[in-house]
């Protein structure tokens, strides 16, 4: 069974920078390609970004250019560096893979950002 566990969030002023990370426990991480989820309440899950296993990244547009998702394979850990946020980020993040959605999620972590 895959372990993904959130960390990072917390409160934030608009304008400010959060760094996510994400352990996941699976034996082939680094031949995954994997992805950063996010929900706020009221709305569906979204995918904000996603690496590959070669490391070529991909975002939504809502995040482009302020967000930066990145990975350790020596760690098996995938990362989200958030700059720039605004409340409209307000939500729990979580990881997973980006082709195959490993079961049970993560608990997430929560991100608030103030106004």
């Known amino acids: 069974q895959v372990q993904l566990v959130e960390s990072g969030g917390g409160l934030v002023q608009a304008g400010g920078s959060l760094r996510l990370s994400c352990a996941v426990s699976?034996?082939?991480?680094?031949?995954?390609?994997w992805g950063w989820y996010r929900q706020a309440p009221g709305k569906q899950r979204e995918l904000v970004a996603t690496?590959?296993?070669?490391?070529?990244?991909n975002y939504a547009d809502s995040v482009k250019g302020r967000f930066t998702i990145s990975r350790d394979n020596a760690k098996n850990r995938v990362y989200l560096q958030m700059n720039s946020l605004n409340p409209e980020d307000t939500a729990v993040y979580y990881c997973?893979?980006?082709?195959?959605?490993?079961?049970?999620w993560g608990q997430g972590t929560q991100v608030t950002v103030s106004s």
């Open positions: 997973n893979g980006r082709h195959v959605l490993y079961q049970p």
């Open positions: 699976i034996s082939i991480f680094s031949s995954n390609a």
């Open positions: 690496i590959t296993s070669g490391g070529s990244t």
